[in-house]
């Protein structure tokens, strides 16, 4: 027998094995990946405190932002689950696991707003930074908890644009405006804001400034004027924002459920809200995975220990 067909007889066996090992893995694979969805997906856990977070930059939707919605934190999403916490009897408080550095102004006022309404003990945990319209939103609780070095405040508000008519100058390329509206084109990159437009844009930034700091001083019960010297949109680091009035605790989570415990007189047992996702996609997420595996697996099988072999 030629030495070639010899050697091709011998790998024979292992190109069967290998799709055989293949095949089972891709099968043992799914399988895991559909009875973890459907372990996930069934509610097994009660509690009596709701822990909500608000992680990310704050915007109305998910798909709102050019982010990746894995750093969202969507209002929307948000507001149903403090409803759903709101329909829950066995739900006595809800805990707000907040690290964010704000975001939407609308957004942030939402969730403000549905805090503020929830008829649940509300408790603020301001991880490592809380401020801007997240600190909006923790100023609603009840009670704020921050780490003594996490990053609060920052009261104020913040826009701005790029403007490069001065580089369509240079390069010859002019800006043919066409607008209804004398001001329809205001905060257009391709000109420059007159000194009329520019009082505009403030004012409205002022506005919203106002509204910021009316609704702090009302969360904490502050005077307005106090709230106003502070809203310059500086941070202030944890033991700062107490020593001002900022925050009630240093502390973390640990701190809020002691809290809720001397309320309540009962021990603390926390449900983690997420956002719910449907079947289709929990699948889709372990099929990913599940490829993730395969590919390692793959690679495995295929490295002999003779030097004749596959490498990889």
Do not use: C
């Amino acid at each position: 027998m030629p030495k070639q067909e010899k050697q091709e007889q011998q790998k024979s066996p292992w190109l069967i094995i290998t799709g055989i090992v293949f095949l089972l893995t891709v099968f043992s694979f799914f399988v895991i990946g559909v009875v973890t969805i459907l372990l996930a997906t069934t509610d097994f856990e009660t509690g009596n405190v709701a822990v909500i977070p608000i992680k990310g930059i704050i915007m109305i939707d998910e798909d709102s932002s050019l982010f990746s919605s894995s750093g969202i934190a969507s209002a929307t999403e948000i507001v149903e689950q403090i409803q759903k916490a709101q329909d829950d009897s066995s739900i006595e408080a809800i805990v707000f696991d907040i690290n964010s550095p704000g975001g939407s102004p609308v957004a942030s006022s939402e969730i403000a707003r549905a805090i503020k309404e929830a008829n649940k003990t509300t408790v603020a945990v301001i991880r490592e930074v809380g401020a801007s319209g997240a600190y909006w939103a923790a100023s609603a609780a009840d009670h704020i908890i921050a780490n003594e070095v996490s990053i609060t405040g920052s009261i104020g508000v913040l826009a701005s644009y790029i403007e490069y008519s001065g580089l369509m100058e240079r390069y010859n390329v002019s800006y043919e405006r066409f607008v209804a509206g004398k001001y329809k084109d205001m905060g257009s990159p391709y000109k420059e804001m007159s000194d009329e437009e520019k009082a505009i844009y403030q004012s409205e930034l002022n506005t919203m400034h106002d509204i910021f700091i009316k609704a702090v001083a009302e969360n904490r019960n502050l005077e307005y004027d106090y709230v106003e010297e502070l809203a310059t949109g500086q941070i202030y680091i944890g033991v700062d924002a107490l020593s001002l009035g900022l925050i009630d605790e240093l502390g973390s989570k640990q701190e809020a459920y002691a809290y809720l415990e001397k309320e309540f007189g009962t021990a603390i047992i926390p449900v983690e809200y997420e956002e719910e996702k449907s079947f289709l996609e929990e699948l889709m997420s372990a099929l990913d995975q599940t490829a993730f595996h395969v590919g390692a697996g793959i690679g495995a099988v295929l490295v002999e220990e003779n030097d004749g072999g596959m490498r990889v």
